[in-house]
């Protein structure tokens, strides 16, 4: 069961790898501001994912079956414990490394995702002053004139229906 954990953590390490580099690529695109290559990239990582949500449910279920076998407390058995159970066992080192490379991959994705919420709150703050220096440079306008009606008020340059 140990080295079916260890699989199954190693291939949680591919995704989240795999997410880390299409997040470091997300940001060249954000940066770019090209909005159909945004679409592939979130599109692929939904697929890895929804990859990582079946992962993690194989590895729960190992674990949960590790904490029968053992007659341990599912509830309370995590990864950490399951090291320190078979240190100087089989299975110890390999299960330690991936586990640690999966911390690593995980902060520095979070970082990468921080960084790219950063550029599109920027990106979206920009777009909201742009269209309030144009609201306001139409507003400013003087009022125009109607040979039927004589002037006009200006009304506001965008149309919201509520």
């Known amino acids: 069961m140990i080295n079916e954990l260890i699989s199954t953590m190693e291939d949680q390490l591919l995704c989240y790898d795999f997410l880390l580099g299409l997040s ?8 770019n501001n090209e909005i159909e290559s945004l679409k592939k990239i979130t599109e692929s990582e939904n697929e890895y994912i929804r990859k ?14 590790i904490a029968y076998v053992s007659n341990l407390d599912e509830n ?5 414990s399951i090291i320190t159970m078979i240190k100087d066992k089989a299975g110890y080192d ?3 490394s991936v586990s640690l490379k999966i911390r690593e991959s995980v902060e520095l994705l979070k970082e990468s995702n921080d960084r790219n919420k ?3 709150n920027n990106s979206i703050d920009y777009i909201d002053y742009s269209i309030n220096v144009i609201r306001t440079s139409v507003e400013k306008e003087p009022a125009s004139f109607d040979l039927e009606r004589g002037y006009i008020d200006n009304h506001s340059f965008f149309d919201a229906k509520q």
């Not at 470091?24 to 940066?31: A, D, F, L, M, R």
Request: proline share 0%.
């Open 52 to 65: 990582l949500q079946n992962l993690e449910r194989k590895r729960m279920d190992i674990v949960r079956d």
């Open 76 to 80: 309370s058995l995590t990864v950490s």
């Open 94 to 96: 390999e299960l330690l």
């Open 118 to 120: 950063v550029l599109i």
């Open 24 to 31: 470091k690529e997300k940001t060249e695109i954000i940066v």
